[in-house]
């Protein structure tokens, strides 16, 4: 994953007027966490 913009990232960047990289490493920092936690659950089920 890299540090691309999505034509919806820009898009929302504008219409609430949010910096376009304080937005692109908000919404970075949100998905690492959702990967970790989706990480966790799933060494948690195979050593059940």
Do not use: A
């Not at 691309?4 to 007027?17: A, D, F, L, P, R």
């Amino acid at each position: 994953m890299g540090n691309e913009i999505c034509g919806c990232q820009t898009e929302v960047s504008k219409k609430y007027n949010i910096d376009l990289d304080q937005f692109r490493k908000r919404y970075h920092e949100h998905y690492m966490n959702f990967l970790i936690k989706v990480l966790i659950i799933q060494i948690i089920y195979v050593n059940c």
